[in-house]
Each structure stands twice: as C-alpha cells, then as structure tokens.
C-alpha cells in the first residue's frame, strides 16, 4: 500500500486508542531493520528492556510531523530520566529524503537530540503496518503497544498515556507535567479555524485542481513559463518561470529544493500582487526575496490577519527550482 500523508484539517483527527489500564495491541515489532542510527547507538530490544518507548513515524519535510516537534522535544527532555525513550523512524515520503546528509541536517537544523531510526526502505514502517505521517505509538514497559495516534493534536492525553505506562513500570513522578508547549515558526499550531486550504501536490503522481488558463477559483493553482512535470514534481526549465495559488490559511508553505545539488535558485514571492510585508514567512525577507539551497519545507507566508482569500505567487529567478508540495497552517 503507497504510504499516504493524511489531509489534516480543523476536525480530522485520526486516532484509534483504548484505556491503556484495559488493552494492549501487539508486540512493538524489532527496530534493528533500521538502515542507519542518529544521535545514539543501534537500539536493540535488550536495550530498551524496562523503558517506556514513544515510536514516532516522520519524515522532515512534513508540516503536520513538525507542529508535534515541540511536544517530543519536550517529553523527552522531562520523561528520559524517568525511563521514557522517545524514537523518530525517519520513513521518507519523497526520493531527496533518502538522502541520509539531508536527514543528518535537519535533526540538527530541528533540534532533535533523541535518537532516530533511519527507514529510508520502509522497513520499519511495513512492520509497524503503518501509513502516516506523524504516526506515534506507545510502548509499554514489557514491549507491548498501549496507545497510538495519527495526525495532530490531542497531547494532553498522549502525555496521559506516557505517564500511566511509567507509573506502571514503577517509576514515581512528580505532579508537573509538560502541558501546552507553543512552537515557533513553522512549529506553531496551525491557525485551525481559518485553514481551508488542502495539501496540494504538484507532481504527477498526486496532482490535484490545477488549472491551465483563467482566473484561479480558491484551491486552484497554475503554472506560468516553462516547466517539466515528474512523478513528484516540476522542475522550472528557464527562470521566470512562476506558480500561482488561491488559497485561504494563516501560512503558506511549499517543498522546495534545487535540481543540481549545490545550486542556488533564487525567487520572490507576492500575496494579491504585493510583497509579503509583514506577512513574511520566515524564509523571504519583507520584499519576498529568498533563496532554494537545498531540498526542504520552506515557510513563505504567515499572515498576521485578516485571514481571506487571496492569490500566492512564487517567481523562480533562476531555472532549476524543483517543487513538490503545498501545505497550510
């Protein structure tokens, strides 16, 4: 089954869990299929005896993964002296995330210190029988599933879960607890009631409401110049080359990455014809200007509202920008 990021809106939370006093699910599967360890040593069951264990699927370009960010960080630093052992398995979703030097920057770019599972053949992933991004599963003390989620949201009751499952493995815990954590930049919530944009694929394989000519209607998109189309994404052939998107969301982001590794495409982007402004995501200045290095999320929009409909446009200086996928917040 082709993995599937779900489409995460205001309502959409998909979850399945039970009381953890009252169900366990399966044996966590082995993580020694990982291909390569960061941040720690191979990760045996022998290792992990005893310990509370939180799997978290991700992969880095995937703005949904990101917004949890801040709340693994967070139980990590509080729960891993108390027997709590937080893994990301890092399954790509697309091809340049296979890229271990690219993986290797972004656990340092996003702060992460626990350690990572390398998944780049999915075999953890099959394992698991997983089929999102974020996926987090809890693990109890003797090796057994207790909980999982997919999708955002609902951390007060995964905090619950942890601190039920370390109790039970006789550890004694203070009353304070994590409780809300406020990301920043791309890591903050997203802006829920005002996010009626979808995830948007460019490439082929996922293509949806593009439109060739005439005024964009909301959640359409265009192409303007000359561009190649591939599986996961089009490739802009000569500069000038342009995307535009109607869109209605606090944030806009857009997965980017240059063609030749090592190159610099330059762009600039405008919200209704305009520079951003105040409007700016963190990777364009007031003007829109930024720069692809290399292949990552890139943040180009955060409104500071109104929140409405309004036309994105994104100018590629250069030739050679490749572009995989929208995302809103």
Request: aromatic share 12%; charged share 25%; with cysteine.
């Amino acid at each position: 089954m082709k993995p599937l990021r779900p489409l995460l809106l205001a309502a959409l939370w998909l979850t399945a869990c039970v009381p953890p006093d009252t169900f366990a699910e399966n044996a966590m599967p082995k993580l020694d299929l990982a291909e390569e360890w960061l941040n720690s040593p191979p990760l045996r069951a022998a290792d992990l005896k005893g310990k509370v264990v939180l799997v978290d699927f991700w992969t880095y370009t995937c703005i949904n993964w990101r917004r949890t960010l801040p709340y693994l960080r967070a139980w990590s630093n509080k729960y891993g002296d108390q027997g709590l052992v937080v893994v990301g398995v890092h399954t790509p979703e697309f091809s340049f995330e296979k890229n271990l030097d690219h993986v290797r920057r972004a656990v340092k770019d996003q702060d992460i210190a626990y350690p990572v599972a390398i998944d780049s053949d999915y075999a953890i992933w099959n394992a698991f029988d997983n089929n999102y991004w974020p996926a987090l599963y809890l693990v109890d003390a003797k090796g057994q599933i207790r909980h999982h989620q997919f999708g955002e949201g609902e951390y007060d009751k995964l905090e619950n879960v942890i601190r039920q499952l370390l109790t039970e493995s006789g550890q004694r815990l203070s009353d304070s607890r994590v409780g809300v954590v406020d990301g920043e930049g791309a890591e903050a919530f997203a802006d829920w009631k005002n996010l009626q944009s979808p995830e948007t694929y460019i490439g082929t394989a996922q293509a949806t409401r593009f439109v060739s000519t005439g005024r964009l209607k909301l959640n359409e998109w265009s192409l303007n110049g000359n561009w190649a189309m591939k599986r996961e994404f089009a490739v802009s052939r000569e500069a000038k080359g342009s995307i535009a998107y109607r869109f209605h969301a606090r944030d806009v982001h857009l997965v980017m990455g240059p063609a030749k590794r090592g190159a610099t495409v330059r762009f600039r982007v405008s919200i209704d014809g305009k520079p951003p402004g105040a409007a700016r995501g963190v990777d364009v200045d007031a003007e829109g200007v930024g720069q692809i290095e290399e292949p990552r999320m890139y943040q180009l929009i955060r409104q500071p509202g109104p929140i409405a409909d309004r036309q994105f446009e994104i100018e590629f200086l250069d030739a050679g920008a490749e572009v995989y996928v929208f995302t809103f917040g």
